[in-house]
């Protein structure tokens, strides 16, 4: 990022109203908590997390440690949650807080204690056992956003999803789950953009909702749901592929026989275990599938539509449209069996023959993807790139993808498992990682650092609105938003390495840079300069359209509470900033280039509210412009 956006904060000016939506790592030693102290001051958090450790640790009783493992949860005590690990503890706050932000969406005072009392498995266990938050679909429903009326048109309207899904970001108390439904959501591809269909944001609720279900469940469940929900049929065409025609040539459609396969379970090359192609003659990688097999998987997928089954009209009085209710975005598709194709199946060494009742070899097919030796080291590596570094090692791509084959108690595909091996292998959690100068660690994409940002500072909606837009244009705003993939292929592909960069010729990666140019760069820091400050101007916050009343206003805003307390202590404020969005990970030279762009601008504790206010949001400002904040490791 330029230096030039590291510079004193009387840049930052209140905007006229937009349009809508629009110190070192410390080191302290391994406390012995008593338990009292730790539940007072985890859920108070009245002082910075390095008070209230080491105000806490004085008492000499024992480390409260986690409850027994349920016999169930990602293996259990067999499975990674269980296993011996080289850092099974942190050694300071800044090994907590840079746990916190890989393994979910924010780290907090609170989080940043119980990681240390209970260790990073102990924390992990609790948060893979926690029960599912508040859904989207009730979240919709509850504001509104179901009602037929010509006026608001919300059966045609996409921008309700987007309020939903900012939502369910900023606000869900299980925030392990949501990071892994967001990252599950770049692999398992389907954009709000795409979704050509009656009330396309309940769709794409009851989608984020199946992810969200799925995330700490198993492989096999969410390859079924993926293929039978309404969003996929409608955005890669299972919807209305019916079986061939000999008198008109046509063909079962075969989109999504193609992606399931490329980009959802087994990719495009053969892959030995730790994820690394196979080779044959010369070196040559060997291609994972052919054309037949997309040809024949295509007839397994013909026939499914909507389940209308509980269907209820209304015709809106206007205009006089007929327009159907909403229950069949949360149903499953259901076969037409006079629609699906009857030929023979053969694909992937599996045969299914014709005469196989459509739903088994539905299932027949899936067992297929979901057990095929790629199908392991293929999710393991992207879950890997999504959670923890663009270029983990072989051996950690084996390790994880040895858990997707068996969770330590025989079951294949438990993906809380593989969620744990992810985060808890040694070379995640080891400090390897943050040599500088490594090629450890990933770009953060611009949604997360949004939304990092709203749970760290207490964003809220006064009244409830939520009513974050499409954040999608580089230019103006984030140039990201969830669910708003421009198409299947997610905002970056897996392998992409930017052109005449010192990545050429290294055999490493960069997946997120797909987004970063020279636009996107001056739009992301433009658009946080604002909106930390600012919040978000709502046009109507007291009602679920997007009509103005005359509660416009900036409905969405963050609280600074605490930041705003020791603003006057430049140095203590970027030692707070640090912990929590860093990770503790920004230089020496980065804390005092920003503290000293702070002091150029004096505030004390007799200084305005305003003034304070402004401090803070110039020092997030800089630190969200930080290289070392841009990279994650």
Not at 145 to 173: E, H, K, S, V
Not at 442 to 465: D, T
Request: aromatic share 8%.
């Amino acid at each position: 990022m330029p230096h030039t956006e590291l510079e004193a904060p009387e840049r930052l000016r209140p905007a006229s109203p937009p349009t809508e939506g629009q110190p070192a790592r410390d080191r302290l030693p391994s406390p012995t908590l008593a338990a009292t102290a730790l539940a007072a001051s985890a859920l108070n958090a009245p002082a910075d997390t390095a008070t209230t450790v080491a105000a806490a640790a004085d008492t000499g009783a024992p480390v409260p440690r986690m409850n027994a493992l349920s016999a169930d949860t990602a293996g259990g005590s067999s499975g990674p949650l269980g296993a011996s690990r080289a850092y099974p503890m942190p050694a300071s706050n800044a090994d907590a807080s840079r746990f916190l932000l890989q393994a979910q969406l924010s780290a907090s005072d609170a989080e940043i204690v119980s990681v240390r009392v209970l260790g990073y498995a102990g924390w992990l266990g609790q948060q893979l056992s926690a029960p599912l938050g508040p859904t989207g679909w009730d979240w919709l429903n509850g504001r509104g956003y179901a009602a037929i009326d010509n006026a608001t048109r919300f059966y045609d309207a996409t921008y309700p999803a987007d309020y939903m899904l900012w939502n369910q970001l900023m606000t869900g108390p299980d925030g392990v789950r949501k990071r892994v439904a967001l990252a599950l959501s770049e692999i398992f591809v389907v954009s709000t953009n795409g979704m050509n269909v009656t009330w396309p944001s309940q769709v794409i609720a009851s989608w984020w909702d199946m992810l969200c279900r799925n995330a700490l469940g198993n492989f096999r469940q969410l390859l079924e749901d993926v293929t039978l929900h309404p969003a996929m049929g409608v955005y890669l065409n299972i919807r209305g592929s019916q079986k061939e025609n000999t008198a008109t040539g046509r063909q079962p459609d075969e989109n999504y026989a193609r992606e399931v396969m490329q980009l959802m379970t087994i990719g495009l090359v053969q892959l030995n275990p730790d994820g690394t192609p196979k080779t044959g003659t010369g070196g040559a990688t060997q291609d994972t599938y052919g054309q037949s097999d997309v040809t024949n998987l295509a007839r397994v997928f013909s026939g499914y539509d909507f389940d209308l089954s509980q269907n209820v009209n209304t015709v809106e009085p206007v205009q006089g449209r007929t327009i159907g209710n909403t229950t069949f975005a949360r149903l499953p598709m259901v076969l037409k069996p006079s629609l699906h194709s009857t030929m023979d199946v053969s694909f992937l060494g599996t045969s299914i023959p014709g005469a196989t009742e459509g739903n088994t070899a539905r299932r027949m097919a899936l067992d297929t993807l979901f057990n095929h030796a790629n199908t392991a080291p293929f999710f393991a590596k992207q879950m890997i790139q999504r959670l923890v570094t663009s270029n983990p090692s072989p051996a950690y791509v084996g390790r994880v993808a040895a858990v997707f084959a068996s969770n330590g108690q025989g079951t294949r595909g438990d993906i809380a498992a593989v969620v744990a091996a992810v985060l808890l292998d040694d070379e995640a959690r080891g400090p390897g990682g943050l040599a500088p100068g490594g090629s450890f660690g990933r770009l953060r994409e611009p949604m997360l650092r949004m939304v990092q940002w709203g749970r760290s500072f207490g964003l809220a909606s006064a009244r409830g609105s939520w009513k974050i837009a499409d954040q999608s244009n580089p230019a103006t705003q984030l140039g990201q938003s969830p669910l708003r993939s421009p198409s299947v292929f997610n905002f970056f592909r897996p392998g992409y390495v930017p052109p005449s960069s010192a990545l050429d010729g290294t055999g490493m990666v960069a997946p997120e840079f797909q987004l970063v140019n020279e636009s996107s760069v001056s739009g992301y820091l433009n658009f946080m300069q604002n909106t930390l400050l600012n919040g978000f101007y709502v046009n109507g916050p007291d009602v679920p359209g997007a009509q103005s009343t005359s509660a416009n206003g900036y409905d969405i805003t963050a609280s600074y509470q605490r930041e705003k307390e020791i603003s006057p202590d430049a140095a203590a404020l970027v030692a707070r900033i640090n912990l929590l969005m860093a990770g503790g990970q920004l230089s020496d030279a980065t804390v005092a280039l920003i503290v000293g762009a702070l002091n150029a601008t004096p505030v004390n504790a007799a200084s305005t509210a305003a003034a304070k206010l402004n401090r803070v949001c110039a020092a997030i400002l800089m630190v969200m412009a930080s290289a070392e904040y841009l990279v994650q490791k």
